[in-house]
Structures are given as structure tokens and as C-alpha cells.
């Protein structure tokens, strides 16, 4: 019995190199056959090596969380300088009170802190810390604790976010920033807006929180 599935010679079908270049009839192949081979410079889906990143390989909130605890600690150092510097005077002021006033039997009102220039300390110190992070993902793509747990964070077209994507895309955190002065309630706030970021990122395809879809910017895996 004839096979009719043999019909067909067999120089007409595509060999392994023909999905690199042109086949016999000069029809081009698809070198990754159909899958993930968008243009030149389209997200998701496109490997730049020359950006150092592969994309379709979102990270998940914990290692982005754990990004975010490095760059804490480092806003933490900062902050305890800058504190440091702007109240330095008052924290002296006030150690010599307590001193004076103990040695006289804690009798009147007990010394207080004067708490401006420490309140100014970490406002600035917060500005910094925002400059830092948005300065750092538009110029390098990513901050310290990102490049520790080898993240960066790109646009839509595979490159670098500019200032303003980066702005947008770390405004949640000026906004929990500046509302953790309150005591007590700012922590909470951050907190909330951790947890809310997290779970947003989880049940998101390509793992973005809000503001990442805001500034069109993508979390990936760095090489």
C-alpha cells in the first residue's frame, strides 16, 4: 500500500537551518518558532543583552520587598546623619538640662526635646531618599538593593525610564515618606501600602503594582 503521507519529495521540507533563513520556496521562518519574537524593541517577550536584562521573567513582591528592605536600611543611615547634624545642637541642649535638672533633685518641669531641627533632618533625609531612587532607576535602571537582588526596571520599550517614569513610578513611596512623620500612624500607612503593593503585584500577570502601570514601567529579571 502506498502511504500518502510520502508524497511530498523531501527536499521540500524545511531543514533545521531553514528556521534561521529562507526555506526552499523563499519563505522566511520564525527562528524561535512563533514564540517570543516580537519587534526590535517590543515588551514583553525581547532579550536585550546590551540593557542586561530578560524580560517575561517578572520578579515576584518578595524579592522585590527584599530590594526595597536593603534600600530601608540604607534610607536609615542617612536618615540617622542627617538627624544628626540638623539636631545635634538640641540633643546636646537637652542632654545638659536633664543633667542640670537631676542634679537638682528633678524638681520643676522635666526638659523636653525640641524636636524641630530633628523633624528637619528627616524631611531631608527623605528627599534624598526619593532623589536617590528616582535618579538611580533613570540612569541606571535600578537602585542598590535592586542590583543586590539582581532586579532593574525598564519601560515599555525595553529601555530606561526616564525622570519622569521614574517620579511617577516611587510617588506612592514620597507619599507613605512624608506620611510616616506621623508617629504611630505613619507606620501603619506603610504597612498598609506595603501589603497593598504586594498583593497587586501577585495577582498581576506581569507582576506591577499601580504606579508601575502609571509610568508604563516593567520589574525584571537582570542578568
Not at 538611580?136 to 535592586?146: A, C, D, L
Amino acid at each position: 500500500m502506498t502511504n500518502p503521507y510520502n508524497n511530498r519529495p523531501h527536499d521540500d521540507l524545511p531543514s533545521y537551518g531553514d528556521y534561521n533563513s529562507a526555506g526552499s520556496d523563499g519563505q522566511t521562518f520564525d527562528q524561535n518558532f512563533g514564540y517570543g519574537q516580537p519587534g526590535p524593541s517590543g515588551y514583553p517577550g525581547y532579550n536585550d543583552p546590551a540593557q542586561g536584562f530578560i524580560v517575561n521573567r517578572n520578579p515576584g513582591a518578595g524579592k522585590r520587598l527584599g530590594a526595597f528592605a536593603i534600600d530601608a536600611i540604607l534610607y536609615i543611615i542617612v536618615a540617622i546623619v542627617l538627624v544628626g547634624i540638623t539636631a545635634a545642637g538640641d540633643m546636646m541642649d537637652f542632654v545638659d538640662a536633664a543633667d542640670t535638672w537631676n542634679q537638682a533633685g528633678q524638681t520643676g518641669p522635666a526638659p523636653e526635646l525640641a524636636m524641630g531641627n530633628f523633624y528637619l533632618g528627616l524631611f531631608l533625609s527623605l528627599i534624598v531618599w526619593f532623589l536617590y531612587r528616582v535618579l538611580m532607576e533613570s540612569k541606571f535602571g535600578r537602585t542598590v538593593g535592586k542590583m543586590a537582588v539582581g532586579i532593574t526596571v525598564v519601560g515599555d520599550d525595553g529601555q530606561k525610564l526616564t525622570t519622569q517614569q521614574a517620579f511617577i513610578r516611587n510617588s506612592w513611596g514620597l507619599a507613605v515618606a512624608v506620611a510616616g512623620l506621623i508617629p504611630f500612624i505613619g507606620t501603619v500607612a506603610l504597612l498598609g501600602v506595603l501589603a497593598t503593593l504586594g498583593i497587586l503585584i501577585a495577582r498581576d500577570p506581569q507582576n506591577q503594582h499601580l504606579c508601575d502601570k502609571w509610568a508604563q514601567a516593567h520589574v525584571v529579571t537582570a542578568r
